[in-house]
């Protein structure tokens, strides 16, 4: 089974930019839907952005315009822009491959700082 690796996440100012990327030990092409979910302490785990294999995409309301998702399979590689960032996006990120079953990275810690 492929297993998802998420990396790029830190501390950072509320403004400042962020690129998370998730790199499979296998390929991606077979997985329609790639996807980054994020949790903060005390919250559900939530839909960040998602985007299919045809390239088209989706985001949480309280990410668009900010954050943006792509996937190159030659690299099997997800990755997430997150700019403007601001105190409400701390969270621990996670890279997920979905169907059939959800694949699921171990996660990276995004902080901002007001």
């Known amino acids: 089974q492929v297993q998802l690796v998420e990396s790029g996440g830190g501390l950072v100012q509320a403004g400042e930019s962020l690129r998370l990327s998730c790199a499979a030990s296998g390929s991606i092409g077979s997985i329609n839907v790639m996807a980054w979910y994020r949790q903060a302490p005390g919250k559900q785990r939530e839909l960040v952005a998602r985007i299919n294999s045809g390239g088209n995409s989706n985001y949480a309301d309280s990410v668009k315009g900010r954050f943006s998702i792509s996937r190159d399979n030659a690299k099997n590689s997800v990755y997430l822009q997150m700019n403007s960032l601001i105190p409400e996006d701390t969270a621990v990120y996670y890279c997920?491959?979905?169907?059939?079953?959800?694949?699921w990275g171990q996660g990276t810690q995004v902080t901002v700082s007001s």
């Open positions: 997920a491959g979905l169907g059939p079953g959800v694949i």
